[in-house]
């Protein structure tokens, strides 16, 4: 993975164990589907929040360690 999500604050982290909690390994589409309804309804803000947050669902579903290891 290449893309390392950015995160403003801790409840895109709560938002994310939540779509995890409840969609399992749908998590990664229903933020995505977030993300396309904010941004038909023209929020800016909440699709790049929801886009950052699919983005960690989507780190947090691979199975190695990614980055450095301190």
Known sequence: MDV??????RDEVNDAA???RRFGEAACGEAAARADASRD???VVHFCRWRQIERLVLLLS???????VH
């Not at 390392?4 to 604050?9: E, H, K, S, T, V």
């Not at 691979?62 to 450095?68: D, E, I």
């Open 18 to 20: 939540d779509l995890i």
């Open 62 to 68: 691979v199975k190695k360690v990614l980055g450095t």
């Open 41 to 43: 309804l023209g929020n």
């Open 4 to 9: 390392y999500p950015y995160l403003g604050d």
